[in-house]
């Protein structure tokens, strides 16, 4: 089965070039770079010692798309290009539609073109209001509060329309909640440009020394000890949950949306705590105000990724900061040093 993997030198798109060549299937990679690095598909290609067509490729370019699908005989598409920055997606509105959704349905089209029935898209926990109660199961209440949000939320309607209106097709949206960690070799991992957003690129930086500490954006939540608490996964485990989706796809029509999650809630002093005890250093922090936006709790109910999909997390909470430590040291400048 041959599978095209859209931007697949990205954070989570390379550690799932791995599984899925582990599992047997063919891949082919594309990618515009907007947002990762070339040395990121050659390590994939190290690490697995397969080689396979990479494409350096906007998805906006609807010409270069058919050429790719004209090349290949493509079975299913795994689709994780997007821009992802929540506050530059605020600054920057038009340009996260224009890149994320009209990616989606240059995909699509596509898709109709070449009888290619099945898709698996990278949505996010971030299509869940803020009015739920915890666990968040996929029927919890969905609204979005900026512009990348909503850019998942529309492409998960867009495809779930287009599925509907197409025998035979399916399509399977993964709302992953926070992933983390890296490969267990250290040669790929989160990259992100400039100073990260996210709290666990942004610790391993500040215990590096690369930044000077850890913001805590708020510790007066009505959370246990203050912090926010979040579901943090592994990268490698959501990688295998798009083998499973895939899988799953191919045996049932029609669009269905599934948390990716532990299950489990973990807060900020908990997280610095439990990464200064697993790598032995320590993380400089200091408590600002609150992010606007965030929410105090948000972690996930996977039962039904489990009972579907027969998907779980494996890996701990401590082997995703070791192997997150690991790259960080081995690549102090990410793919650019
Ligand atoms: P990433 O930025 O590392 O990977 C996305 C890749 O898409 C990048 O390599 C980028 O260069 C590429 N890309 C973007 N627009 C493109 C275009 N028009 N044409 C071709 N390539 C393009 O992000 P990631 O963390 O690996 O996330 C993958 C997907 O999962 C994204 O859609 C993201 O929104 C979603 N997601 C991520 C998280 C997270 O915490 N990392 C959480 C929920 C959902
Ligand atoms: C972020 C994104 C969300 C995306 C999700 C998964 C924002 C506003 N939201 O949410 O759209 O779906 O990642 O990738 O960016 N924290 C700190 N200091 C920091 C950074 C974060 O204390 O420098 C705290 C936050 O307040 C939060 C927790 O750490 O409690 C996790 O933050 P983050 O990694 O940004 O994930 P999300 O808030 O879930």
């Keep these: 089965m041959k599978v095209l993997v859209t931007g697949g030198a990205g954070y989570i798109g390379s550690h799932t070039c791995i599984e899925l060549i582990k599992n047997g299937y063919e891949i082919v990679v594309v990618d515009n770079f907007v947002n990762s690095h070339p040395k990121a598909v050659e390590r994939v290609k190290k690490i697995t010692g397969v080689d396979f067509p990479f494409y350096d490729m906007d998805l906006l370019d609807a010409p270069a798309l058919d050429n790719v699908c004209k090349a290949h005989k493509i079975d299913c ?7 992802k920055a929540v506050g530059e997606s605020v600054a920057k509105p038009l340009e996260y539609y224009e890149n994320n959704l009209c990616s989606t349905m240059n995909l699509l089209k596509t898709m109709a073109d070449y009888d290619i029935r099945h898709m698996v898209f990278s949505s996010s926990a971030t299509v869940y209001s803020g009015d739920n109660p915890m666990p968040l199961t996929e029927d919890s209440n969905r609204g979005c509060i900026n512009p990348y949000g909503w850019t998942k939320y529309m492409c998960e309607q867009i495809i779930s329309d287009w599925v509907a209106a197409k025998e035979n097709a399916s399509a399977v949206l993964l709302r992953y909640f926070n992933p983390i960690g890296a490969h267990e070799s250290g040669l790929i991992g989160d990259d992100p440009a400039g100073i990260p957003n996210n709290l666990l690129p942004y610790i391993t930086q500040a215990a590096a020394g690369k930044l000077p500490e850890l913001p805590v954006t ?9 912090t926010g608490i979040r579901d943090y996964l592994h990268v490698t485990d959501l990688a295998a949950g798009h083998v499973a989706a895939i899988k799953f796809a191919e045996k049932n029509k029609n669009a269905h949306a599934f948390n990716l999650g532990t299950g489990k809630g973990v807060s900020v002093f908990e997280m610095i705590h439990a990464f200064e005890k697993v790598n032995g250093v320590k993380v400089p922090y200091r408590v600002v105000d609150r992010r606007p936006g965030d929410q105090p709790v948000s972690f996930a109910d996977p039962s039904k990724a489990t009972k579907l999909l027969n998907w779980q997390t494996e890996k701990s909470l401590e082997e995703a900061l070791g192997d997150m430590w690991r790259w960080q040291t081995n690549n102090p400048n990410g793919y650019t040093g």
């Excluded at 598409?77 to 821009?83: R, T």
């Excluded at 708020?218 to 203050?226: H, K, L």
Aim: charged share 20%.
């Design 77 to 83: 598409i795994v689709h994780f290009a997007g821009l």
């Design 218 to 226: 708020g510790a007066d939540y009505d959370t246990p000890d203050g």
